[in-house]
């Protein structure tokens, strides 16, 4: 009875953190500045939430995430939802998401929360992300507008976005890394 309890707990509190991240991850989309890949605070939530809740927690936050958004819910960037959005040139940074959280929770849980394993978890995440959503770029802009060379597509979703990348990495790496000396989730 009582390992039965601790197990439904366990589930609730589960539960609990995922929705909470979920919506942090949501409420950081709409922190934007609109570009044709608009810069948002999305990522830094990612980082946050594979870093404290591990992978599976921290990717199931944001596959919930993804799934309120494709049912039309409008979680995205600037208010949008609805699975056109992922058809959109965007699309592939969505879904790169789902590699970040996991890449950095995994790193996490098996290296644990040191600064250092923080930064490049999370350097590699975002590496994940950005391959995920550079391609889908290119393929959606060849397929709309007209064909784009790898170098074009990285001087569009890339390289503008890499120093306040590195701020991302850098403030959720020190809030995790403080967060979980505090706290265990």
Not at 21 to 47: D, G, H, M, W
Not at 72 to 93: K, N, Q
């Amino acid at each position: 009875m009582e390992k039965t309890k601790r197990r439904v707990n366990q589930t609730l509190l589960d539960l609990m953190y995922t929705a909470m991240f979920t919506a942090l991850i949501t409420v950081c989309s709409q922190i934007c500045v609109p570009t044709p890949v608009p810069f948002t605070l999305q990522t830094l939530a990612i980082f946050i939430a594979g870093g404290l809740l591990g992978w599976k927690r921290g990717t199931l936050s944001v596959a919930v995430y993804i799934l309120l958004g494709i049912v039309g819910v409008p979680v995205f960037a600037e208010f949008s939802g609805g699975f056109r959005v992922l058809l959109g040139m965007t699309g592939g940074y969505i879904i790169g998401f789902l590699f970040t959280a996991f890449a950095v929770g995994l790193m996490c849980d098996k290296l644990g929360r040191k600064l250092w394993v923080l930064i490049v978890a999370m350097s590699i995440g975002l590496l994940g992300c950005y391959a995920f959503g550079t391609v889908w770029f290119m393929i959606v802009y060849t397929r709309q507008v007209e064909p784009i060379g790898i170098a074009a597509a990285l001087m569009t979703c890339v390289v503008p976005y890499l120093l306040f990348d590195a701020v991302k990495i850098a403030a959720a790496a020190v809030l995790v890394n403080r967060l979980d000396k505090i706290i265990k989730l």
